[in-house]
C-alpha cells in the first residue's frame, strides 16, 4: 500500500479527491492511505506559520520550524527503511512528468509539501531530501494544486486502481512519447460531424492501425506547437 502525507495549509482541499473518483476508490480498496497534515497544527502557541522575508521585499515565507515539526513526526513514524520521496511543490521545481507519476507509484510512502506565498524556507532543503516539482511555467497561488495533480496521477498507477489495459495504453505510458488515440461514441453522426468510417467498418487490425497512425500524428503535432 502506498501511503501518502500531504503537508498543507489548506487540507480542505483536498478532501474532494480522496473521497471522489479513482483516488477514493484506490483508498476504500486498501491501495492507497492518504493523510492529511494541518500546518497550522504545528504551530506552537502564538506562532505564525509564515512570516515576512529576510531582507525585505513583498509576501510571506512559510517559516522552517512547524514544517520541521510536521516532517519530524511523519518521518518517525515511518519504517527507517521504507522507500520514500519527499516532493516540494514550487515553481522553481523541475516539471513533473508521467515517468515520475510511475515512479513513485511503486514507493511506500510519499510525502507532499505544498508551498505557499513566496515560498518556503530555502533552509528546509538543506535538512531534508526534497525533490523539487511544478507543473509548468506559471504561477499559481500554493502548492496544493501541483500536490493534488501528483496525487492524482501516482495513486491511478497503482495495481488495482484502474483497468490494467487502460493504464497500458494511456498517453505517456512507460515513458511513451506518443499521445492516445482520438476517441468517439454513439451517435455516429452529429451536427454534420460523422465518427470516422474505419471505426465503424469492423476491421479490427484497420482500425489498430488507423489508432496507431493517429497517435503518431497527435504527437508529432504537440512536438511542432512546443
Known amino acids: 500500500m502506498l501511503t501518502v502525507d500531504v503537508i498543507t495549509l489548506f487540507p480542505e ?8 473518483s479513482i483516488v477514493g476508490r484506490a483508498v476504500e480498496r486498501g491501495l492507497a492511505s492518504v493523510r492529511l497534515h494541518n500546518l497550522l497544527d504545528y504551530c506552537e502557541g502564538s506562532e505564525r506559520a509564515d512570516d515576512s522575508p529576510y531582507g525585505g521585499g513583498p509576501g510571506m515565507v512559510l ?12 518521518l518517525a513514524a515511518a519504517p ?26 511503486g514507493l511506500d510512502r510519499l510525502v507532499l509539501i505544498c508551498g505557499h506565498y513566496e515560498g518556503v ?15 509548468g511555467d506559471f504561477v499559481l497561488t500554493g502548492g496544493e494544486i ?7 496521477a501516482t495513486v491511478r498507477l497503482l495495481e488495482g486502481a484502474i483497468n490494467p489495459e487502460s493504464a497500458a495504453g494511456e498517453s505517456f505510458a512507460r515513458g511513451s512519447c506518443e499521445l492516445d488515440y482520438p476517441a468517439y ?11 470516422p468510417d474505419v471505426l465503424l467498418s469492423g476491421d ?5 492501425a488507423w489508432r496507431r497512425e493517429e497517435s503518431r500524428r497527435r504527437a508529432a503535432r504537440r512536438r511542432d506547437a512546443q
Open 121 to 135: 524556507d530555502e533552509r528546509l532543503g538543506a535538512l531534508y531530501p526534497l525533490e523539487e516539482f511544478s507543473l
Open 146 to 152: 501541483p500536490s493534488l495533480a501528483i496525487l492524482d
Open 13 to 20: 482541499m483536498f478532501a474532494p479527491a480522496i473521497g471522489l
Open 63 to 74: 517559516r522552517l520550524e512547524p514544517l520541521a515539526r510536521a516532517l519530524d513526526l511523519v
Open 185 to 195: 461514441t454513439r451517435p455516429p453522426r452529429f451536427r454534420g460531424v460523422q465518427v
Open 80 to 105: 527507517p527503511a521504507e522507500r520514500r520521496v519527499l516532493v516540494l511543490t514550487a515553481p522553481s521545481g523541475k516539471r513533473f512528468a508521467q515517468p515520475d507519476a510511475e515512479r513513485f507509484a
Open 204 to 208: 479490427h487490425a484497420k482500425i489498430a
